[in-house]
């Protein structure tokens, strides 16, 4: 039966040329432990480095002794096993279950080598409680879809070898194996969502309908083609609407509503978004999108909000406040900046276009967030002054940004507004500052543009 399965496992794995090795997330049970020995022999095969990770959770009074026995097992298969403590909050609304899943998948990451392929045993059954899961939460295709069999993780590769395995040919196969496996009390337990379906629903659907699983893994395949073609679709739209961030508005009118919605969902997957439920992507079109000109309009949900600015839609934070810290600058020290900000350092720079001049002795630098009301700025090259509310509409800053871009004052003077522009007076004729703001992993460069 071993022999059987681990054909099948090999014929599952991709060429493992490209692997820089194997590392099996391995829990003790039935199910990851025969996966551990399938790739065992895979690996010994191929030449390939395995390891093994076990995540002690603390929640049973057994988990020292399952410890003990993953050790034991990895000792008699001559694996490295790497254990990892963690420690999740009860009663913080969120359920130990999903804690626990989120916990074991960071550690995973933290633990992955460039090019490693991470192992994990879903299998078939696990398949069919996903999309009865996904159909609990009325999820569309890309839930329905369920669990892939490959993707990337953590600069290597995620791989589910035993997903169209069923759970009863494991537990055939693990009977013949020459050491057992831990059994986790809490899989009894019926109040989880998952042991429910595993435990009272599951077994009366097979036992009228045996080939459930299979038939399920069928539609599941059917959805994940589906779910691609609707990728492709909108990957095709976004090239004609999107730009950075931001979802132009124009190009949507062209779009059928559900065509519409699907470019919409596809922007904010993009940006790691919490997706809409398909009553709140109608509220995007018509509160947002088809607001008054004049109008301001937001819509919030999950901790994201889609704003309209300059016939564009962006995704933001809900509530990002203007700040008004002064912050002491050192050139040469980068200054971490509040609310998320990023960093922001001030270099000096031989030679350059828009360079700083340097400060003199009586203008210690320092960067703000506000400019008094009232207070003129003359951008270097501009014919006059204007307030700084005209000035950040002309340059396009969206109403939410505004009090929370760093602005360089030497002494009591504004020098510059950082990403925008310098102010005259300031530029310097030779050697000079310049100033680097690394803002969510993009470095923007002063003077990033130019208003003449």
Known sequence: MISHLYSRFSLTMPAPEGSAGLLVAFSGGLDSTLLLVLAAQYAREHGLVLRALHVHH??????????????????????????????????????????????????????????????????????????????????????????????????????????????????????????????????????????????????????????????????????????????????????????????????????????????????????????????????????????????????????????????????????????????PLTVGEPLTLPEGLGELVVRMQQVGEGLLRAPRADEPLSVRFQVAPGIPLKPVGRGGSRRMKKLLQEYGVPSWQRGRIPILYYGEQVAAVVGLFVCDGFMAQGAGLVCHWQKSGVALILPERDLA
């Open 58 to 327: 603390g929640l049973s009074p057994h988990a020292d002794e399952w410890v003990a026995h993953c050790e034991a097992v990895c000792q008699q298969l001559a694996v490295a096993l790497l254990v990892e403590r963690v420690t999740l909050a009860r009663g913080n609304g969120e359920s130990l279950e999903a804690q626990a899943r989120t916990a074991r998948y960071q550690r995973l990451t933290a633990r992955m080598r460039a090019g490693e392929w991470l192992l994990t045993a879903h299998h078939q059954d696990d398949q069919l409680e996903t999309l009865l899961l996904a159909l609990k939460r009325g999820a569309g295709l890309r839930g329905l879809a369920g669990i892939l069999p490959s993707q990337p993780f953590a600069g290597g590769l995620l791989l589910r070898p035993l997903l169209d395995v069923s759970r009863a040919e494991l537990t055939e196969a693990a009977a013949t194996l020459p050491f057992g496996w831990v059994e986790d009390e809490s899989n009894q337990d019926v109040s989880y969502d998952r042991n429910f379906l595993r435990q009272t629903l599951i077994p009366q659907l097979k036992a009228r309908w045996p080939a459930m699983a299979q038939t399920a893994a069928r539609s599941m395949a059917l959805c994940a083609e589906q779910e691609a073609l609707l990728e492709e679709l909108a990957e095709s739209d976004w090239q004609l609407a999107g730009e950075g961030e931001a979802l132009h508005i124009g190009p949507l009118h062209d779009l059928s509503p559900t065509r519409r919605n699907n470019l919409l969902r596809y922007w904010i997957r993009r940006q790691g978004g919490e997706m809409p439920s398909r009553e709140q992507l109608n509220l995007i079109w018509q509160e947002v999108v088809l607001a008054r000109g004049d109008a301001n309009p937001q819509l919030n949900w999950g901790r994201q909000s889609c704003r309209r600015f300059q016939q564009r839609l962006y995704l933001v934070s809900p509530d990002l406040q203007p700040c008004h810290q002064l912050l």
